[in-house]
Protein backbone atom coordinates (compact mmCIF):
# COMPACT_ATOMS: atom_id res chain seq x y z
CA UNK A 1 0.00 0.00 0.00
CA UNK A 2 1.58 3.25 -0.92
CA UNK A 3 -0.06 6.69 -0.72
CA UNK A 4 -0.53 9.43 -3.37
CA UNK A 5 -0.66 13.36 -3.10
CA UNK A 6 -2.87 15.83 -5.23
CA UNK A 7 -0.06 17.24 -6.54
CA UNK A 8 1.23 14.40 -7.72
CA UNK A 9 4.53 14.10 -5.69
CA UNK A 10 5.70 12.33 -2.43
CA UNK A 11 3.47 13.82 0.20
CA UNK A 12 5.22 15.59 3.57
CA UNK A 13 2.39 14.48 5.72
CA UNK A 14 2.81 17.04 8.57
CA UNK A 15 0.87 17.43 11.92
CA UNK A 16 -1.89 15.08 11.12
CA UNK A 17 -3.68 15.58 14.27
CA UNK A 18 -4.40 19.47 13.90
CA UNK A 19 -7.20 21.55 12.12
CA UNK A 20 -10.52 20.74 10.80
CA UNK A 21 -12.15 20.86 7.94
CA UNK A 22 -15.92 20.87 8.01
CA UNK A 23 -17.92 18.58 5.19
CA UNK A 24 -20.57 19.62 3.19
CA UNK A 25 -24.26 17.90 3.66
CA UNK A 26 -27.60 18.21 2.10
CA UNK A 27 -29.84 15.32 1.18
CA UNK A 28 -29.02 11.57 0.96
CA UNK A 29 -28.38 10.04 -2.45
CA UNK A 30 -30.98 8.98 -4.53
CA UNK A 31 -29.44 8.18 -8.44
CA UNK A 32 -29.21 4.03 -8.76
CA UNK A 33 -30.84 3.60 -5.55
CA UNK A 34 -31.51 -0.06 -6.18
CA UNK A 35 -31.41 -1.33 -2.43
CA UNK A 36 -33.03 1.71 -1.41
CA UNK A 37 -36.40 1.21 -3.56
CA UNK A 38 -36.64 -2.41 -2.54
CA UNK A 39 -35.10 -4.46 -5.02
CA UNK A 40 -31.53 -5.68 -3.91
CA UNK A 41 -28.51 -5.41 -5.45
CA UNK A 42 -25.05 -7.11 -5.44
CA UNK A 43 -22.00 -4.76 -5.44
CA UNK A 44 -18.29 -6.21 -5.78
CA UNK A 45 -15.73 -4.90 -3.39
CA UNK A 46 -11.64 -5.64 -4.66
CA UNK A 47 -9.14 -5.57 -2.16
CA UNK A 48 -5.23 -7.35 -1.38
CA UNK A 49 -4.18 -8.56 1.83
CA UNK A 50 -3.22 -11.78 3.96
CA UNK A 51 -5.66 -13.91 6.25
CA UNK A 52 -6.17 -11.20 9.07
CA UNK A 53 -7.57 -8.72 6.68
CA UNK A 54 -9.54 -11.20 4.83
CA UNK A 55 -11.01 -12.44 8.05
CA UNK A 56 -11.65 -8.56 9.20
CA UNK A 57 -13.15 -7.71 5.79
CA UNK A 58 -15.51 -10.75 5.55
CA UNK A 59 -16.60 -9.73 9.44
CA UNK A 60 -17.16 -5.78 8.12
CA UNK A 61 -19.19 -7.48 5.08
CA UNK A 62 -21.25 -9.59 7.75
CA UNK A 63 -22.12 -6.46 9.82
CA UNK A 64 -23.00 -4.49 7.08
CA UNK A 65 -25.18 -7.02 5.04
CA UNK A 66 -27.30 -7.40 8.53
CA UNK A 67 -27.74 -3.26 8.64
CA UNK A 68 -28.10 -2.96 5.08
CA UNK A 69 -30.47 -5.56 4.54
CA UNK A 70 -31.11 -4.95 0.74
CA UNK A 71 -27.52 -4.93 -0.31
CA UNK A 72 -24.65 -7.88 -0.97
CA UNK A 73 -21.55 -7.68 -0.78
CA UNK A 74 -19.25 -9.77 -3.22
CA UNK A 75 -15.59 -9.14 -1.82
CA UNK A 76 -12.48 -10.26 -4.51
CA UNK A 77 -9.20 -10.65 -2.42
CA UNK A 78 -6.40 -10.73 -5.26
CA UNK A 79 -2.61 -10.90 -3.91
CA UNK A 80 -0.38 -7.53 -3.74
CA UNK A 81 1.79 -8.35 -6.72
CA UNK A 82 -0.86 -8.33 -9.28
CA UNK A 83 -2.95 -6.50 -8.18
CA UNK A 84 -1.47 -2.94 -9.18
CA UNK A 85 -1.82 -4.09 -13.20
CA UNK A 86 -5.34 -5.83 -12.88
CA UNK A 87 -7.03 -2.94 -11.71
CA UNK A 88 -6.46 -0.63 -14.19
CA UNK A 89 -7.08 -3.06 -16.80
CA UNK A 90 -10.27 -4.21 -14.88
CA UNK A 91 -11.50 -0.59 -14.76
CA UNK A 92 -10.83 0.26 -18.59
CA UNK A 93 -12.53 -2.93 -19.70
CA UNK A 94 -15.77 -1.89 -17.98
CA UNK A 95 -15.56 -5.33 -16.09
CA UNK A 96 -14.59 -3.72 -12.65
CA UNK A 97 -15.90 -3.46 -9.37
CA UNK A 98 -18.19 -1.03 -7.67
CA UNK A 99 -15.60 -0.61 -4.58
CA UNK A 100 -11.85 -1.14 -4.45
CA UNK A 101 -8.53 -0.80 -2.28
CA UNK A 102 -6.82 1.60 -4.32
CA UNK A 103 -2.76 1.43 -4.72
CA UNK A 104 -2.17 5.12 -4.20
CA UNK A 105 0.38 5.02 -6.90
CA UNK A 106 -2.49 4.42 -9.35
CA UNK A 107 -4.18 7.82 -8.58
CA UNK A 108 -2.91 10.04 -11.02
CA UNK A 109 -3.81 7.57 -13.71
CA UNK A 110 -7.16 6.56 -12.77
CA UNK A 111 -8.26 9.59 -12.10
CA UNK A 112 -6.83 11.04 -14.92
CA UNK A 113 -8.73 8.37 -16.89
CA UNK A 114 -12.14 9.15 -15.24
CA UNK A 115 -11.81 5.20 -13.73
CA UNK A 116 -12.60 6.68 -10.35
CA UNK A 117 -15.60 8.33 -8.84
CA UNK A 118 -15.05 11.77 -7.39
CA UNK A 119 -16.58 11.41 -3.88
CA UNK A 120 -17.12 15.35 -3.39
CA UNK A 121 -20.84 14.89 -4.39
CA UNK A 122 -21.82 11.94 -2.35
CA UNK A 123 -20.34 13.56 0.89
CA UNK A 124 -22.13 17.30 -0.12
CA UNK A 125 -25.21 14.95 -0.45
CA UNK A 126 -24.91 13.17 2.87
CA UNK A 127 -25.48 15.37 6.33
CA UNK A 128 -24.62 11.52 8.11
CA UNK A 129 -20.81 11.52 6.91
CA UNK A 130 -18.41 13.29 8.70
CA UNK A 131 -15.34 14.49 6.85
CA UNK A 132 -13.93 16.47 9.51
CA UNK A 133 -13.25 13.17 11.64
CA UNK A 134 -10.73 12.56 9.76
CA UNK A 135 -7.30 13.71 10.14
CA UNK A 136 -6.41 16.72 8.30
CA UNK A 137 -4.14 15.07 5.17
CA UNK A 138 -6.81 12.46 4.89
CA UNK A 139 -8.77 15.25 3.28
CA UNK A 140 -6.31 16.25 0.98
CA UNK A 141 -3.98 13.73 -0.06
CA UNK A 142 -5.91 12.07 -2.29
CA UNK A 143 -6.93 15.00 -4.18
CA UNK A 144 -6.31 15.45 -8.15
CA UNK A 145 -6.78 19.05 -9.65
CA UNK A 146 -9.75 19.64 -6.52
CA UNK A 147 -11.53 16.56 -6.26
CA UNK A 148 -11.64 13.98 -4.03
CA UNK A 149 -10.90 10.19 -5.52
CA UNK A 150 -10.54 8.41 -2.14
CA UNK A 151 -10.26 8.01 1.48
CA UNK A 152 -7.84 5.88 4.03
CA UNK A 153 -9.60 3.40 5.75
CA UNK A 154 -6.21 3.59 7.73
CA UNK A 155 -2.40 4.24 7.57
CA UNK A 156 0.80 1.99 8.30
CA UNK A 157 3.58 4.34 9.32
CA UNK A 158 7.09 2.40 10.00
CA UNK A 159 8.75 2.22 13.85
CA UNK A 160 11.10 0.98 15.48
CA UNK A 161 10.24 -1.77 17.65
CA UNK A 162 12.37 -2.54 20.45
CA UNK A 163 13.20 -5.53 23.19
CA UNK A 164 13.30 -3.78 26.21
CA UNK A 165 14.48 -6.89 27.79
CA UNK A 166 17.71 -6.89 25.98
CA UNK A 167 17.79 -2.69 26.39
CA UNK A 168 17.81 -3.70 30.35
CA UNK A 169 20.31 -5.84 30.39
CA UNK A 170 23.00 -3.92 28.67
CA UNK A 171 22.33 -0.76 30.68
CA UNK A 172 21.16 1.03 27.95
CA UNK A 173 18.49 4.06 27.65
CA UNK A 174 15.41 3.06 25.49
CA UNK A 175 15.34 4.89 21.75
CA UNK A 176 13.41 8.14 21.85
CA UNK A 177 13.22 11.18 19.86
CA UNK A 178 17.08 12.04 20.35
CA UNK A 179 18.15 9.42 18.75
CA UNK A 180 20.37 9.61 15.44
CA UNK A 181 22.02 7.19 13.02
CA UNK A 182 25.17 7.55 15.60
CA UNK A 183 23.17 6.71 18.59
CA UNK A 184 21.07 3.90 16.64
CA UNK A 185 25.15 2.41 16.00
CA UNK A 186 26.29 3.19 18.94
CA UNK A 187 23.79 0.86 21.05
CA UNK A 188 23.65 -1.27 18.05
CA UNK A 189 27.28 -2.61 18.80
CA UNK A 190 26.68 -3.17 22.85
CA UNK A 191 23.33 -5.38 21.77
CA UNK A 192 24.75 -7.47 19.06
CA UNK A 193 26.54 -10.49 20.66
CA UNK A 194 28.77 -13.57 19.41
CA UNK A 195 28.50 -15.37 22.70
CA UNK A 196 30.59 -18.87 21.77
CA UNK A 197 32.63 -17.60 19.68
CA UNK A 198 32.08 -19.02 16.66
CA UNK A 199 32.48 -16.28 14.83
CA UNK A 200 28.18 -16.30 13.93
CA UNK A 201 26.15 -13.71 16.34
CA UNK A 202 23.88 -15.26 18.52
CA UNK A 203 22.07 -11.42 18.84
CA UNK A 204 21.61 -8.41 16.66
CA UNK A 205 20.61 -5.06 17.64
CA UNK A 206 18.51 -4.69 14.31
CA UNK A 207 16.24 -6.45 12.07
CA UNK A 208 16.09 -5.04 8.49
CA UNK A 209 15.19 -7.63 6.06
CA UNK A 210 16.65 -6.01 2.73
CA UNK A 211 13.11 -4.43 1.37
CA UNK A 212 12.48 -1.14 0.12
CA UNK A 213 10.46 -0.43 2.99
CA UNK A 214 12.91 -0.39 5.57
CA UNK A 215 15.64 1.46 3.67
CA UNK A 216 13.84 4.10 1.58
CA UNK A 217 13.41 5.96 5.09
CA UNK A 218 17.07 6.21 5.12
CA UNK A 219 17.47 7.63 1.44
CA UNK A 220 14.72 9.81 2.74
CA UNK A 221 16.52 10.95 6.09
CA UNK A 222 20.26 11.49 3.72
CA UNK A 223 17.92 14.08 1.73
CA UNK A 224 17.91 11.88 -0.96
CA UNK A 225 14.79 10.12 -3.31
CA UNK A 226 14.09 7.58 -5.97
CA UNK A 227 12.32 9.51 -8.47
CA UNK A 228 10.89 13.03 -8.31
CA UNK A 229 7.29 12.42 -8.95
CA UNK A 230 5.72 15.40 -10.49
CA UNK A 231 8.87 16.16 -12.98
CA UNK A 232 9.91 12.46 -12.56
CA UNK A 233 13.69 13.41 -12.66
CA UNK A 234 15.70 9.97 -11.18
CA UNK A 235 17.45 10.95 -8.33
CA UNK A 236 18.27 7.20 -7.00
CA UNK A 237 21.86 7.77 -8.11
CA UNK A 238 22.03 11.50 -6.12
CA UNK A 239 24.81 11.79 -3.48
CA UNK A 240 21.89 11.90 -0.64
CA UNK A 241 20.08 8.61 -2.15
CA UNK A 242 23.62 6.91 -2.49
CA UNK A 243 24.37 7.85 1.13
CA UNK A 244 21.41 6.61 2.80
CA UNK A 245 21.37 3.26 1.03
CA UNK A 246 24.97 2.32 1.49
CA UNK A 247 24.43 3.56 5.31
CA UNK A 248 21.84 0.94 5.30
CA UNK A 249 23.83 -1.43 3.62
CA UNK A 250 26.89 -0.93 6.14
CA UNK A 251 24.47 -1.89 8.93
CA UNK A 252 24.66 -5.69 7.73
CA UNK A 253 28.40 -5.40 6.33
CA UNK A 254 30.35 -3.00 8.09
CA UNK A 255 28.96 -2.29 11.04
CA UNK A 256 27.22 -5.76 11.52
CA UNK A 257 24.74 -4.88 13.98
CA UNK A 258 21.85 -6.33 11.34
CA UNK A 259 22.03 -10.11 10.05
CA UNK A 260 23.59 -10.54 6.65
CA UNK A 261 21.26 -10.73 3.50
CA UNK A 262 22.55 -14.33 3.58
CA UNK A 263 21.84 -14.79 7.30
CA UNK A 264 18.36 -13.97 6.06
CA UNK A 265 17.79 -15.81 3.06
CA UNK A 266 19.49 -18.79 4.09
CA UNK A 267 16.52 -18.68 7.13
CA UNK A 268 19.66 -18.87 10.01
CA UNK A 269 17.81 -15.90 11.15
CA UNK A 270 13.98 -15.38 11.43
CA UNK A 271 13.34 -11.72 13.01
CA UNK A 272 10.03 -12.53 14.37
CA UNK A 273 11.55 -15.40 16.05
CA UNK A 274 14.14 -13.39 17.12
CA UNK A 275 12.79 -10.61 18.20
CA UNK A 276 10.32 -12.95 20.18
CA UNK A 277 13.15 -14.54 22.26
CA UNK A 278 15.29 -11.76 23.28
CA UNK A 279 17.70 -12.48 20.56
CA UNK A 280 16.93 -9.01 18.05
CA UNK A 281 16.74 -5.95 19.87
CA UNK A 282 15.12 -3.48 17.49
CA UNK A 283 13.19 -4.37 14.37
CA UNK A 284 11.51 -1.84 11.61
CA UNK A 285 7.35 -2.74 11.35
CA UNK A 286 4.26 -1.14 11.15
CA UNK A 287 1.33 -1.50 13.53
CA UNK A 288 0.05 -4.71 12.13
CA UNK A 289 2.94 -6.49 13.41
CA UNK A 290 1.67 -5.73 17.18
CA UNK A 291 -1.30 -8.88 17.13
CA UNK A 292 1.79 -11.19 15.72
CA UNK A 293 3.97 -9.88 19.07
CA UNK A 294 1.10 -9.54 21.34
CA UNK A 295 1.10 -13.76 21.26
CA UNK A 296 4.07 -13.89 22.94
CA UNK A 297 3.32 -12.88 26.83
CA UNK A 298 7.07 -12.90 28.11
CA UNK A 299 8.16 -10.64 25.11
CA UNK A 300 8.36 -7.04 27.18
CA UNK A 301 8.85 -4.58 23.79
CA UNK A 302 7.65 -1.16 23.25
CA UNK A 303 7.92 0.87 20.20
CA UNK A 304 9.66 4.46 19.10
CA UNK A 305 10.19 6.74 16.53
CA UNK A 306 12.62 5.97 13.72
CA UNK A 307 16.40 7.75 14.20
CA UNK A 308 16.88 11.30 12.55
CA UNK A 309 19.28 11.31 10.13
CA UNK A 310 21.80 13.32 8.90
CA UNK A 311 19.25 15.86 6.48
CA UNK A 312 15.79 15.09 8.41
CA UNK A 313 13.86 12.59 10.43
CA UNK A 314 11.94 10.35 8.13
CA UNK A 315 9.07 7.40 8.01
CA UNK A 316 7.64 5.80 5.42
CA UNK A 317 3.35 6.06 6.06
CA UNK A 318 1.37 2.97 4.33
CA UNK A 319 -2.17 3.67 3.78
CA UNK A 320 -5.43 2.04 2.77
CA UNK A 321 -6.95 3.69 0.45
CA UNK A 322 -10.82 2.90 -0.60
CA UNK A 323 -12.32 4.31 -3.89
CA UNK A 324 -15.51 3.88 -5.91
CA UNK A 325 -15.59 2.88 -9.44
CA UNK A 326 -16.28 5.64 -11.96
CA UNK A 327 -19.70 4.19 -13.71
CA UNK A 328 -20.60 1.76 -11.15
CA UNK A 329 -24.44 0.49 -12.00
CA UNK A 330 -25.33 0.77 -7.75
CA UNK A 331 -23.66 4.41 -7.06
CA UNK A 332 -25.86 4.25 -3.89
CA UNK A 333 -25.26 1.06 -2.65
CA UNK A 334 -21.46 1.53 -3.43
CA UNK A 335 -21.37 4.45 -1.22
CA UNK A 336 -23.46 3.00 1.23
CA UNK A 337 -20.50 0.13 1.42
CA UNK A 338 -17.82 2.81 0.85
CA UNK A 339 -18.81 4.82 4.14
CA UNK A 340 -18.79 1.52 6.23
CA UNK A 341 -15.05 0.60 5.04
CA UNK A 342 -14.13 4.05 5.70
CA UNK A 343 -16.19 4.63 9.12
CA UNK A 344 -16.44 4.25 12.79
CA UNK A 345 -17.30 0.96 13.24
CA UNK A 346 -14.44 -0.57 10.54
CA UNK A 347 -11.75 1.58 12.56
CA UNK A 348 -12.75 0.34 15.45
CA UNK A 349 -12.76 -3.48 14.34
CA UNK A 350 -9.60 -3.08 12.38
CA UNK A 351 -7.55 -1.17 15.29
CA UNK A 352 -8.32 -4.21 17.73
CA UNK A 353 -7.19 -6.55 15.33
CA UNK A 354 -4.11 -4.31 15.50
CA UNK A 355 -4.44 -3.41 11.96
CA UNK A 356 -2.47 -0.41 11.18
CA UNK A 357 -3.54 2.98 12.66
CA UNK A 358 -7.26 4.59 11.91
CA UNK A 359 -7.59 7.32 9.69
CA UNK A 360 -10.31 8.86 12.51
CA UNK A 361 -9.61 11.16 15.10
CA UNK A 362 -12.50 10.12 17.16
CA UNK A 363 -10.98 6.47 17.03
CA UNK A 364 -7.47 7.01 17.11
CA UNK A 365 -8.43 8.83 20.66
CA UNK A 366 -10.28 5.90 21.85
CA UNK A 367 -9.47 2.27 23.58
CA UNK A 368 -9.71 0.64 20.71
CA UNK A 369 -6.41 1.78 19.67
CA UNK A 370 -4.77 2.92 22.87
CA UNK A 371 -5.12 0.61 25.38
CA UNK A 372 -3.03 0.72 28.13
CA UNK A 373 -3.42 -2.99 29.09
CA UNK A 374 -2.31 -3.72 25.81
CA UNK A 375 1.54 -3.27 24.95
CA UNK A 376 3.04 -1.41 23.26
CA UNK A 377 2.89 0.87 26.10
CA UNK A 378 3.74 3.79 23.39
CA UNK A 379 0.84 3.48 21.15
CA UNK A 380 0.75 6.97 20.36
CA UNK A 381 4.73 6.73 18.77
CA UNK A 382 2.16 5.50 15.56
CA UNK A 383 0.52 9.06 15.74
CA UNK A 384 3.50 11.01 16.65
CA UNK A 385 5.66 9.32 13.50
CA UNK A 386 2.99 11.09 11.12
CA UNK A 387 4.17 13.83 11.86
CA UNK A 388 7.39 13.07 9.63
CA UNK A 389 5.38 10.90 7.33
CA UNK A 390 6.47 10.76 3.63
CA UNK A 391 5.00 8.27 0.85
CA UNK A 392 6.52 6.49 -2.26
CA UNK A 393 6.89 8.17 -5.12
CA UNK A 394 3.54 8.30 -6.85
CA UNK A 395 3.99 7.46 -10.11
CA UNK A 396 1.81 4.69 -12.14
CA UNK A 397 5.44 3.14 -13.23
CA UNK A 398 6.46 2.32 -8.92
CA UNK A 399 6.03 -1.29 -8.95
CA UNK A 400 8.15 -1.64 -11.90
CA UNK A 401 10.65 1.41 -10.47
CA UNK A 402 10.38 -0.23 -7.16
CA UNK A 403 11.72 -4.00 -8.61
CA UNK A 404 14.43 -2.39 -10.56
CA UNK A 405 15.21 -0.73 -6.84
CA UNK A 406 14.99 -4.56 -5.08
CA UNK A 407 16.81 -6.34 -7.62
CA UNK A 408 19.94 -3.38 -7.85
CA UNK A 409 20.32 -3.17 -3.84
CA UNK A 410 21.05 -7.46 -3.92
CA UNK A 411 24.48 -6.68 -4.74
CA UNK A 412 25.24 -4.14 -2.34
CA UNK A 413 23.23 -5.88 0.62
CA UNK A 414 25.32 -8.98 -0.10
CA UNK A 415 28.80 -6.66 -0.20
CA UNK A 416 29.44 -7.19 -4.00
CA UNK A 417 29.01 -3.46 -5.05
CA UNK A 418 29.03 -0.35 -3.53
CA UNK A 419 25.69 1.38 -3.31
CA UNK A 420 27.70 4.16 -5.91
CA UNK A 421 27.68 1.81 -8.75
CA UNK A 422 24.57 -0.36 -8.13
CA UNK A 423 22.46 3.01 -8.27
CA UNK A 424 24.19 4.64 -11.13
CA UNK A 425 22.56 1.11 -13.23
CA UNK A 426 19.62 1.43 -11.49
CA UNK A 427 18.95 5.00 -12.77
CA UNK A 428 19.49 3.96 -16.07
CA UNK A 429 16.93 1.22 -16.02
CA UNK A 430 14.37 3.55 -14.30
CA UNK A 431 15.05 5.98 -16.89
CA UNK A 432 14.00 3.86 -19.59
CA UNK A 433 10.70 2.77 -17.52
CA UNK A 434 9.77 6.36 -17.08
CA UNK A 435 10.74 7.35 -20.96
CA UNK A 436 7.60 5.00 -21.93
CA UNK A 437 4.20 6.98 -22.69
CA UNK A 438 2.27 6.77 -18.92
CA UNK A 439 -0.37 4.48 -18.88
CA UNK A 440 -3.89 5.56 -18.42
Not at 18 to 31: F, I, K, Y
Request: net charge neutral.
Amino acid sequence: MHVLGARGGVVRLGWLWMGLVLAGASCSLTAGAGAAAGSPVTIRYMYWGGENEQSAVNELIRRFEAANPGIQVKPENTPYPEYGDKIPILLASGAGPDVIMLPPYLLPSLAAAGALAPLDEFIARDTSFRLDDFVVPARSIFRVDGRLYALPREFGPYVLFYNRTMFTQKGLTEPDASWTWETMVAAGHKLTEDRDGDGQMDRYALGGVGWINHYLPFVWQAGGEVVEAKTRQVLIDSPASVRGLQFYADLMLKERINPTYDELLRGRVNIEEWFASDRLAMSYNSRIAVGFYNQFKDLDYDVALLPKGPVSRAMLVDPAAIAIVAGTRQPEAAWRFFKWLVGPEAARLMSTRNLLVPALLSVVRSEAFVNPDVPPRHDLVFVEAMQYGRTVPLIPEWNEVSGVIGQGMLPVLRGQAGAAQATTQMASRIKQILSRPVRK
